[in-house]
């Protein structure tokens, strides 16, 4: 979730650095949501916004990416409760790990190609972005958008439509 998300921010600002903090922000968001906000009211926002945007709400920073919003800290990074999430902080906790089984640098790129197939509004729908560009691949994420496997149905639908 981590690398799609800074991946999606990365394509439609062009800042690397937030991009990081983006996505480790809003895998520790859904993480949590997932876990303990049933019946919890969405963060997706009621303005229709038509790309990245910085505003205010209730006095505190916000990010808009589509319909989508985000808390900033004080140093402009997302945050969530009181703690910035930093490019260091995605050094730590995401890209350390994928470089203990692949390098980095091949799953980025990767996952900028893949995220790239997708329209600027699929990318600026939160729900959008969850059910087609996430969804498809988070159980395989490395087989498929890595390693450019197909799975065993993508073969057999694909022989389908051929006979």
Same mark, same amino acid.
């Given at each position: 979730? !981590? $690398?799609?998300?800074? !991946?999606? @921010?990365? /394509? /439609?600002? +062009?800042?690397?650095?937030? !991009?990081?903090?983006?996505? #480790?922000?809003?895998?520790?968001?859904?993480?949590?949501?997932?876990?303990?906000g049933k019946?919890?009211? &969405?963060?997706?926002?009621?303005?229709?916004?038509?790309?990245?945007?910085? +505003?205010?709400?209730?006095?505190?920073? *916000?990010? @808009? $990416?589509?319909?989508?919003?985000?808390?900033?800290?004080? &140093? +402009?990074?997302?945050?969530?409760?009181?703690?910035?999430?930093?490019?260091?902080?995605?050094?730590?906790? *995401? $890209?350390?790990?994928?470089? &203990?089984?692949?390098?980095?640098?091949?799953?980025?790129?990767?996952? #900028?190609?893949? *995220?790239?197939?997708? &329209?600027?509004?699929? #990318? /600026?729908?939160?729900?959008?972005?969850?059910?087609?560009? @996430?969804?498809?691949?988070?159980?395989?994420?490395?087989?498929t958008v890595v390693?450019?496997?197909?799975?065993?149905?993508?073969?057999?639908?694909?022989? +389908?439509?051929?006979?």
């Amino acid at each position: 979730m !981590a $690398i799609l998300q800074a !991946a999606r @921010y990365y /394509l /439609l600002t +062009g800042d690397l650095e937030k !991009a990081f903090s983006f996505g #480790l922000n809003r895998a520790i968001f859904y993480a949590w949501a997932k876990h303990y906000g049933k019946g919890v009211r &969405s963060f997706a926002s009621e303005r229709l916004v038509k790309g990245v945007e910085r +505003g205010e709400e209730d006095g505190k920073p *916000v990010v @808009y $990416i589509g319909d989508e919003k985000a808390f900033l800290g004080p &140093s +402009g990074y997302f945050m969530m409760g009181d703690k910035e999430q930093t490019p260091k902080d995605f050094e730590r906790n *995401v $890209i350390s790990k994928v470089e &203990s089984v692949i390098p980095f640098e091949k799953v980025w790129k990767a996952a #900028l190609e893949y *995220v790239k197939r997708f &329209s600027k509004e699929t #990318l /600026l729908s939160q729900q959008a972005f969850f059910e087609k560009v @996430y969804k498809p691949v988070r159980d395989n994420f490395l087989e498929t958008v890595v390693e450019k496997k197909k799975s065993t149905l993508d073969v057999f639908f694909k022989e +389908g439509e051929r006979g």
